[in-house]
């Protein structure tokens, strides 16, 4: 193996030890456990982790609050629609699932340069395993191209035993926020 190689595979567990971590607080959370970094020139610079129960948002997945946590960021500088979007191709998202249908879409409309995950996500996967959304729109439909997806180079597989053991924990002890939310549902009808 030659360094270059070297060095990205230590990227990757590196980036990827990270992601892990944010599925981990995630968990602590009480939240379906998936996270991610999004990593520019070598640094991190947004992390997330799903916060789709405490939020009461199903569309609050990982990728969205790192991605959200940017765009904040960059219309705070003052950064116009083109400056964002170079960043973004700029940038490499490692997760420790499969990026679902929703955010693959947006990820590839953003044009994200590259994604790594963990854990293939059977049932929504939209990087291969549902649909294949990565692979960007071959034809032109859009004539202002603003909403064209531009796609990003997609590889999984990465410490996906360590994703998967954490998403297998969390659903072997039973999520207790379906009881929460019950009685939270039972306490509004009641009082
Ligand atoms: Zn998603």
Redesign the pocket.
Known sequence: MGRASESVSEDLNRFMELALDQAKCAFDNLEVPIGCVIVEDGEVIATGFNRTTETRNATR?A??EAIDTLLEKWQKCGLNKSQVAQKFSNCILYVTCE??I??AMALSILGIREVYFGCANDKFGGCGSILSLHKGETDNKCSDGASQSKGFKCMGGYMADEAISLLKSFYEQGNPNDLFRLIGIILDLYL
Do not use: D
């Open positions: 997945h990728e969205m990026p679902c929703m955010c």
